[in-house]
Structures are given as C-alpha cells and as structure tokens.
Nanobody, 124 residues
C-alpha cells in the first residue's frame, strides 16, 4: 500500500499508556523520515515525534519528551509511538506521515504520504 496505515488508538485514563503503529510499504519506509502528528479539534496539526529509518535518528516535541517514544521495526516496515503517562491534553487524532521532502520535521506540509488517523482519548 502507498498510504500509511495506523492502528492502536483508543480511550485511556490519565496516566495510562497506548502504543500506536504505522505500517507502510517498503519503498516508502526505507531511508526516509516518518513522523507522528496530532490534531485536536480547533487546533493546528502538530508534530509529536519523528524518526529517520535509515539510521534510527529520532526527534520529539518538548511537550512529549520523556513520555512518548518513537521506534521502528525494519522487518515489518513499521514505526511505533509508545505513549506513557498520558494526559487529557494528549487527546487528539494521531496521524502517521511518511517521506519528508526537506524542511523541519515538525512541518506537516513537507510530508508526502499520510494515514487516515487514529483517535486517542485521555480522560481525567
């Protein structure tokens, strides 16, 4: 498939954990940037974490540092987002993006492929 496919969203209480998965085809996955974005109602889409699959370099937003971890599984062409210590403000639709064409990793418009999104809801 060309479009990334996300899974793993759901509803949890504050302090809980979720793991999101994003699977893409091999030619998109190899030596490319992939990232997780999120968008809450009425807010702009924001970059959460990114990874360069070629060497495993990772980056993340300050708001999730120490709580969220992005990782990869080369055998499955899949990127994960492990989310721990979730807060109500983490509630959003989470999107997987692939193939960054230059520009800041957290800028949505630089990514060519997008998944449909998976909802994460954190209750207090």
């Amino acid at each position: 498939q060309v479009q990334p496919v996300e899974s793993g969203g759901g509803s949890v209480q504050a302090g809980g954990s979720l793991r999101l998965s994003c699977a893409v085809s091999g030619y998109i996955y190899s030596n490319n940037w992939m990232a997780w974005f999120r968008q809450a109602p009425g807010k702009e889409r924001e970059g959460v974490a990114g990874i360069f699959t070629g060497d495993g370099t990772t980056v993340s937003a300050d708001s999730v540092k120490g709580r969220f971890t992005i990782s990869q599984d080369n055998a499955k062409n899949t990127v994960y987002l492990q989310m721990n210590s979730l807060k109500p403000e983490d509630t959003a639709m989470y999107y997987c993006a692939a193939q960054r064409a230059g520009g800041p990793w957290s800028l949505a418009k630089v990514y060519k492929y997008w998944g449909q999104g998976t909802q994460v809801t954190v209750s207090s």
